[in-house]
């Protein structure tokens, strides 16, 4: 079946660092890849879609300065999360969305733990 | 944004009971998916429910949705320590004139041997 590699499954880095997390599709194209949060013990909060060869969609409240993303290719896109702060410490995961004929489907990433000292 | 809502937020049961956990969500949807998320973990997608179904089973998995209430339920039929887990619902459907999945809060499952 699809798979989405995201990497690294871990990072732990210093304040005002930049990280950068990537989100490929395996073995088909994603025009769309979906970027959210998840901060200890809630929901996955989306914050932003990710189009293939255009700007992302940022969703309300989510800096679009503080969360770069790019999507240069079919199967990549990536999140940076530039000048980290100790509250940006969070669980992040990518989701590659694949529009069927009749149905849609989402294939999720293990996600990426992020703790910023 | 989230669109749903869960409950109970918690739930502690004994293995062999069932477990039910219902969602509601407040704007149209293509489908219903209910994923189920390990401690620290990735996502597990379990079942997915389609507008215009009204009921779907996979093994112990019962989900049901009422579209006109805006609501659907997960039951877990002879639970088992192994289904200790948070388990989400998430809708899609066009929000803001895009394609977007949104989760529920989430309900955080025990099932104590």
């Known amino acids: 079946g699809a798979v989405v590699s995201q990497h690294p499954s871990r990072v732990i880095c210093k304040s005002g660092t930049s990280v950068k997390i990537e989100c490929r599709s395996l073995?088909?194209?994603?025009?769309?890849m979906f970027w959210y949060r998840q901060f200890p013990k809630q929901s996955l909060m989306l914050m932003a879609t990710?189009?293939?060869?255009?700007?992302?969609?940022?969703e309300q409240g989510v800096e679009k300065d503080k969360f770069l993303i790019n999507h240069a290719s079919l199967t990549l896109s990536t999140l940076t999360v530039t000048s980290a702060h100790p509250e940006d410490s969070s669980f992040y995961i990518c989701s590659a969305f694949i529009r069927g004929a009749t149905n849609e489907k989402l294939f999720f990433g293990s996600g990426t733990q992020l703790s910023v000292l | 944004s989230q669109q749903g809502e869960e409950d109970p937020q918690a739930l502690s049961i004994q293995e062999g009971e069932n477990a039910t956990m219902n969602c509601s969500y407040k704007?149209?949807?293509?489908?219903l998916q209910w994923y189920r998320q390990n401690s620290g973990r990735g996502l597990v997608h379990l079942i997915l429910?389609?507008?215009?179904?009204r009921e779907k089973h996979s093994g112990r998995l019962r989900v049901t949705l009422d579209t006109s209430k805006k609501s659907s339920s997960l039951l877990i039929t002879a639970s088992r320590a192994a289904d200790t887990a948070s388990y989400f619902c998430a809708t899609d459907g066009l929000m803001d004139s895009s394609y977007k999945l949104i989760f529920g809060s989430g309900t955080r499952l025990l099932v104590r041997p």
């Open positions: 704007t149209s949807i293509n489908n």
């Open positions: 990710s189009n293939e060869g255009s700007k992302a969609t940022y």
């Open positions: 073995d088909f194209q994603a025009t769309t």
């Open positions: 429910i389609r507008s215009n179904e």
